[in-house]
């Protein structure tokens, strides 16, 4: 394969294809250098004293990790001062973070994840970073939460890094997937994986089962038919995996095919489900899609949703389009 660098492909996206403006390849190229940054730190483990707890805690309750924070500040950092944003939100952070006076704005908004799978960094297990882009509403000049509150078919780009054996960058602009890997030695992507297609079918499943006793009906029913297995309604033996780091459960998916579950239970009701719309269902639903997937809350598409808070949470079931469309199945049989 001809060795495209992700530069490359971009300007050919812009020029070419049209289909990418010229602030919103900075801001890409802007975020894979953090990306970059990012890798190069998580890569260095304990030898960087970055391991363990930073002695924080974020809005959401959660005991932040070194690696959460560090993540964080390489993004807003990175991002600050080349004039393609008018504001940024993160996981890590309560609201949205302005760009500062002395720095040029620019037309989006941009959100993260920076590092999910942060039970996994201690582990050295694989970890990773999720963005969404968003414009910026016309004629907002300060964005508030309100700004960012748009439903996920309105975003114009979504992306995740895995930082694992190897740093892959997937990558969506509305107009198919594409993975580019890290070269380490010349400190570049290099697209490795154009127009990635999600298999329809698919006998593996991705779910933290420790939960299922707090499940709703479908899902109970849906999870015990895969581990019936041949003799079972489904006729088939389903393999079972489970990272609990959602971009390689989602790589794996974007790979060879399989379902990801984190759906709603009633362990808190405050909490309609683990994971977050803005930075985490979101992105990963516009990825799946666009690959030929499904993404669901069960009762709908998780891109359809209007969202009502930056750290809103969701049900989230995405993967192989039939099982997917089973499950939403079973939640419609429950209501019925
Ligand atoms: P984060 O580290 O950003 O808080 O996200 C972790 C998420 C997701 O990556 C993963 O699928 C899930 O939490 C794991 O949850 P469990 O620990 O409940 O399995
Ligand atoms: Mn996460
Ligand atoms: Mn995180």
Not at 322 to 336: D, K, L, T, W
């Amino acid at each position: 394969m001809k060795r495209i660098t992700l530069t490359r492909f971009l300007i050919d996206e812009q020029y070419n294809r049209k289909a990418v403006p010229a602030d919103l390849r900075l801001l890409i190229e802007v975020v894979s250098r953090s990306i970059k940054a990012i890798s190069t730190t998580v890569g260095k483990g304990a030898l960087a004293g970055i391991l363990g707890d930073a002695g924080s805690g974020n809005i959401q309750g959660e005991a932040q990790k070194k690696l959460d924070v560090i993540a964080n500040e390489i993004l807003l950092e990175a991002n600050e001062w080349g004039g393609h944003l008018a504001a940024m939100a993160s996981e890590e952070m309560e609201g949205p973070h302005a760009i500062p006076h002395r720095f040029p704005k620019g037309e989006y908004l941009l959100l993260f994840d920076p590092l999910d799978g942060s039970s996994n960094i201690d582990v050295n297990t694989s970890v990773g970073t999720i963005f969404s882009v968003l414009r910026c509403p016309e004629g907002v000049n300060k964005p508030t939460e309100a700004a960012f509150l748009q439903p996920g078919t309105a975003q114009v780009c979504a992306g995740f890094a895995v930082y694992g054996p190897s740093t892959v960058l997937v990558l969506t602009l509305g107009a198919g997937v594409h993975t580019f890997t890290l070269d380490r030695e010349q400190g570049g992507f290099v697209l490795t994986q154009q127009h990635v297609k999600i298999p329809a079918d698919t006998q593996e499943f991705a779910i933290n089962m420790s939960n299922m006793r707090h499940w709703e009906p479908p899902m109970k029913r849906y999870v015990e038919e895969m581990l019936a297995g041949k003799t079972g309604p489904l006729g088939r033996d389903y393999n079972m995996r489970w990272i609990a780091s959602m971009v390689a459960d989602v790589f794996r998916i974007l790979t060879r095919g399989g379902i990801f579950m984190y759906p709603r239970d009633n362990k808190d009701p405050s909490k309609p489900g683990r994971l977050r719309l803005m930075y985490e269902a979101n992105p990963m639903a516009m990825i799946i899609e666009q690959a030929g997937g499904a993404a669901s809350t069960g009762r709908e598409r998780i891109l359809d949703i209007v969202p009502t808070a930056l750290h809103q949470r969701v049900p989230v079931i995405l993967g192989s389009k039939n099982e997917v469309e089973r499950v939403v199945g079973y939640h419609q049989a429950a209501s019925e």
